[in-house]
């Protein structure tokens, strides 16, 4: 849970017109590390409550949307600072509800049953909105594994490409390009995060989820399909009680015909959103920094899929 914490300072007068050195009240804001979005075409509104007491934080953006908050560069980051202004307001809300609806904010006809005790503006300081995008193949893999950065300069460009299909590994499902799945190469049995004993069918030193010949037969596992071109030599076999014939060194198919594309991949996109709040100003109420949280929305989690060009 995000804390925030305002100071009141309460000043004691009597009828002498003297004062004591004053009480101070401490009132605290417990809310969640995540928020919420309305995105109402042309614009933005942040938002997060709580409930016992009710309130609610705020940001409108004006000009803004969904789209242009997931537009990530090259490098997989959108990164903006907005002034808060009269046009991008910093609102701090309470409420005589004893609960808020999760729609709150997202009405086009405000919701007649809230009643609002203070709501407090902040036209002054500065909003950053940072997205980071991280994308996935799901092979059971971890990416920090696959030589996602091998020179550790978190530039992802000279990632390591087993089968050079154009896929960097941590994004390749299937990184020796033979169209056997690498999750389904059995990279990592114990599911410790030790690929020493990863899968090698041959013995020759190269686990099969990175092995073009997983059986050392000399016919590429990719070509070793006899009974249908369907991109997944899995399914061919030839003697049953062997298994499927890329596993098979007795059997060198040599691909009737040979395969003649790769299987498409997904690949997972997780955009994580995050909001810095700065500088702003709410009466009594002045922070320099507040960190807002993560954007909780389904937008977040998206997916592609690509077909490598073959060889």
């Known amino acids: 849970m995000r804390q925030l914490f305002f100071l009141f300072l309460i000043l004691n007068t009597i009828v002498l017109n003297s004062c004591d050195d004053g009480d101070i009240i401490t009132v605290e804001l417990d809310f969640d590390n995540t928020f919420k979005v309305c995105d ?27 789209e242009d908050v997931l537009a990530v560069d090259e490098a997989g980051v959108f990164e903006n600072t907005y002034t808060i202004s009269t046009s991008n307001p910093f609102n701090y809300r309470s409420y005589s509800n ?14 007649a049953e809230i009643n609002i005790n203070q709501d407090i503006e902040s036209t ?48 390749d499902a299937d990184d020796d390009g033979d169209n056997i799945l690498t999750k389904n190469e059995d990279p990592d049995p114990n599911n410790d995060g030790d690929l020493s004993d990863a899968l090698d069918t041959d013995g020759d030193g190269i686990p099969n989820y990175l092995d073009a010949d997983d059986d050392g037969d000399g016919i590429d596992t990719r070509d070793e399909e006899n009974d249908s071109q369907d991109q997944n030599p899995a399914n061919d076999i030839t003697v049953s009680e062997f298994g499927a014939d890329y596993l098979n060194k007795d059997v060198a198919n040599t691909g009737t015909p040979a395969a003649v594309a790769y299987r498409q991949h997904t690949i997972s996109q997780t955009y994580t959103v995050t ?37």
């Not at 004893?98 to 919701?111: E, H, K, M, R, T």
């Not at 937008?299 to 592609?304: A, E, F, I, L, M």
């Open 40 to 66: 109402g075409g042309d614009d933005l509104v942040f938002y997060k409550t709580k409930n016992d007491p009710s309130e609610s934080l705020s940001l409108k953006l004006s000009n803004t949307n969904l």
């Open 124 to 171: 002054s300081g500065t909003a950053t909105l940072k997205t980071t995008l991280t994308e996935d193949d799901n092979d059971n893999i971890a990416a920090e594994l696959e030589n996602q950065d091998p020179n550790g300069d978190g530039d992802f460009t000279d990632a390591q490409d087993t089968d050079g299909d154009g896929l960097p590994d941590y994004i």
């Open 275 to 311: 909001l810095i709040i700065s500088d702003i100003d709410l009466e009594l109420i002045s922070l320099d920094i507040f960190d807002f949280g993560t954007l909780d929305n389904s937008v977040t989690s998206d997916s592609r899929q690509v077909t490598p060009v073959f060889p």
């Open 98 to 111: 004893a609960s808020l609806p999760s729609d709150l904010f997202c009405n086009v006809i405000p919701n």
